[in-house]
């Protein structure tokens, strides 16, 4: 046998759709990196991953039949302990030697090395290289063992007795090196090269795959199974694009990645038919259409032009007859209960106001240690009503406690009680129902966002306020009880919470305080302890840290700019590139370097007053220190008050010479204490004077 081409392939039933992917993923890599670890595949192999509904299998490049002998030296025991003092082997060194093949004559042959403190013998050999079967029954078996199994079922074999775990019941195992049946096992099955197609449309029951180079193409056309995730995935999309453009009109299908995953995993051989339902329910808000035809039904819907849902909508089939009629109808009376469901609560919940379901909030419990929805409603209000008025506004004050106080009467709503997604997008809706106008209608739809990373703000001030009282409510809410996230788990979503604060902050560019706005949410909770405001306040700095991170700054960078706790978090950006256009002057190493120095004597000293006396001053380099301060910090200071950060920070520049000249000729601590609480002084003003923008130490190597 020679280097070949390895396809390995487990055939079992419908896997789990939303899994699949990762699972197919999994079963490739580990299998791959398992048979390099064990030098049957090559560090240039390549592996292609399948997975369709049925089947999980890998192809592997370039394998060997057996992987290349190894040198092995194995320590065998101390010297002291295998030989005598006549350097005789003893009983334990030869029974050592036979139990590994060897004899007396080996012991020649051993090396002596130092281990530890002690002198210990080793015994070189070379270990043959593993057999494609073995390596590969090792490998199948590490790969199994590692599929992210989301819930394992247990089932019998055929003899009636043998209980197997898996994800799903396995019917076939193929293992083929070349045209080479490979002797494996799993899950009660032994390989061949056997395989079964498509349920309803290959042309035999089963599938021979010649070699492992045919599989695929094999599989197309005996099986009718497109059986790569990505091949199937692109020819989904083909469709449906094809289909799109014979509606005509501009038509195009809703762009959801999950649902193409979902629906790739789905089926094997994929056919998109068009269907449509009766134009009168389009009267029903298009999220509750899109979302019950997505969610319930796995269709994509089709929009126009403009982006508005039309009656139209696309079903990816698993079967391909050739009359479609009957499988277009079918889908059509299955969506059609679904669509009267979405308009008959539409009409239900648009007979009630939100204002009328304002009070049934308070039986609607929102956690055991916060009280209701109704309580917690009140406490958005109140952080509304202070940050509304702090905007400038008693008009926004007054609009937002509107938009706060029915910003969860949605919650009691048919719709939303049947489609939680929907939640604050009704409300948005019905606010528009009930007059109360778009500004607020628009706030209640809004009060929810940012749900997920990269989602869009709020789009008016309105929604803005009533956004940020929600989320600071949430977090100040669960810290005062204790419910912090821990490691990966995070139930009630906090850090998206926190970074939704941040995000509003800082690309709004709002004056507000954030100390002031967490201690003024944290008010509300009468369990808040001690401490909990400087723990919510480092919880979202460090989700503020996270997020300008993955935006291209360097860690030094944030570190710098956040170790001052900028409560304008607007201000975060201009202190970042002026630090970073700091950081670039040829003078920069050597100052941050001097100020990481001034700020560890000033930690150490007794407390430093930043007051100089002039007469005082007794060393050349410390009056010109004194001096340059001087010039420089009252320029500096006006330039950071005015908001030009990279400026203040570049005057500073100036100092590099006389800071040098202060530590190569002046003694801090000198013996005399006016002199040496003077000096202190004086690194006082200077620290005061330099870390205004940033903590400028941060950036010292």
């Known amino acids: 046998m020679s280097v070949q081409n390895l396809l390995v392939e487990l055939f079992v039933e419908e896997l789990p759709p939303k899994a699949l992917k990762k699972l197919g993923e999994s079963f490739a890599g580990v299998l791959l990196e398992q048979l390099k670890a064990q030098g049957l595949a090559s560090p240039e192999s390549k592996v292609t991953t399948f997975a369709s509904p049925r089947r999980l299998a890998a192809h592997v490049t370039a394998v060997s039949p057996q992987g290349a002998d190894k040198s092995v030296s194995q320590k065998l025991m101390p010297v002291s302990v295998g030989l005598d003092a006549s350097g005789q082997p003893t009983p334990a060194l030869l029974k050592k ?47 199994l063992a590692k599929l992210p199994i989301p819930k394992v079922m247990t089932y019998q074999l055929a003899d009636g007795w043998t209980d197997v775990k898996f994800v799903r019941p396995a019917h076939a195992l193929v293992a083929l090196h070349g045209r080479d049946v490979v002797p494996i096992q799993a899950l009660g099955l032994s390989a061949g090269r056997v395989t079964g197609g498509h349920r ?3 042309a035999a029951p089963t599938v021979s795959i010649p070699d492992a180079d045919s599989y695929a193409a094999t599989l197309a056309k005996e099986g009718a199974v497109i059986a790569g995730f990505a091949e199937r995935r692109a020819e989904i999309e083909r469709q449906l694009r094809d289909a799109a453009a014979k509606v005509g009109g501009g038509a195009r299908p809703i762009e959801d990645d ?315 950006a201009k202190r970042l590139a002026a630090v970073r256009a700091f950081a670039a002057l040829p003078e920069a190493p050597a100052l941050a370097a001097a100020n990481k120095r001034i700020g560890n004597i000033l930690k150490k000293a007794e407390k430093a007053d930043p007051h100089v006396n002039p007469a005082l001053l007794k060393e050349d380099a410390e009056k010109a220190l004194h001096a340059a301060t001087q010039q420089v910090a009252p320029k500096a200071r006006a330039q950071f008050e005015s908001g030009d950060y990279t400026a203040s920070l570049q005057t500073l520049a100036a100092l590099r010479g006389p800071v040098d000249a202060f530590f190569d000729g002046v003694m801090v601590n000198a013996e005399e204490t006016d002199l040496r609480l003077n000096r202190l002084g004086l690194l006082a003003t200077l620290h005061q004077a330099m870390n205004r923008v940033a903590d400028l130490s941060r950036l010292a190597q």
């Open 97 to 143: 030697l036979q139990a590994l093949g060897a004899d007396a004559s080996a012991v020649p042959k051993l090396k002596r090395q130092v281990d530890g403190k002690a002198e210990a013998l080793f015994y070189d050999s070379t270990a043959k290289g593993v057999t494609l079967a073995e390596g590969l029954q090792k490998a199948l078996h590490e790969s």
């Open 200 to 202: 309803f449309e290959a």
């Open 258 to 572: 999950a649902l193409l995953d979902e629906v790739t995993a789905l089926v094997e051989r994929p056919n998109v038919l068009t269907c449509q339902f009766e134009r009168e329910f389009l009267e029903v808000p298009q999220e509750c259409l899109i979302l019950t035809m997505k969610a319930n039904q796995k269709y994509f819907p089709l929009l126009d032009a403009g982006g508005k849902l039309t009656n139209r909508f696309l079903v990816v089939s698993n079967i391909r007859p050739q009359d479609p009629s009957a499988v277009i109808g079918g889908n059509e009376r299955v969506v059609r209960p679904r669509l009267a469901d979405a308009k008959f609560f539409f009409d239900q919940d648009r007979k009630k106001s939100l204002e009328s379901r304002v009070t049934g909030l308070d039986k609607v419990v929102y956690h055991n240690k916060l009280g209701t929805q109704g309580e917690r409603m009140e406490r958005v209000r109140a952080i509304a009503k202070v940050i509304g008025a702090q905007l400038g506004s008693d008009h926004l004050a007054h609009e937002a406690d509107v938009a706060a106080r029915l910003a969860k009467a949605d919650l009691l709503t048919d719709m939303v009680g049947e489609f939680p997604e929907l939640q604050g997008i009704m409300g948005g809706y019905y606010a528009r129902h009930d007059g109360l106008g778009d500004d607020v209608a628009a706030a209640i739809e809004d009060h929810y966002r940012p749900r997920f990373a990269g989602d869009a703000l709020p789009r008016n001030d309105i929604g803005l306020v009533v956004a940020l009282s929600d989320k600071l409510e949430t977090l100040a809410g669960l810290f005062a009880i204790g419910q912090l996230p821990t490691g990966d788990k995070d139930p009630f979503a906090l850090r998206r919470h926190a970074l939704g604060v941040v995000r509003m902050l800082m690309e709004k560019d709002l004056p507000l305080e954030l100390g002031a706005l967490v201690i003024e949410s944290l008010g509300l909770f009468p369990q808040a302890q001690p401490g909990t405001a400087d723990q919510l306040t480092d919880f979202i700095y460090e989700r503020l840290a996270g997020l300008l991170r993955e935006q291209g700054y360097s860690a030094q960078e944030v570190e710098a700019v956040l170790a001052l706790r900028p409560q304008r978090l607007g201000d975060v």
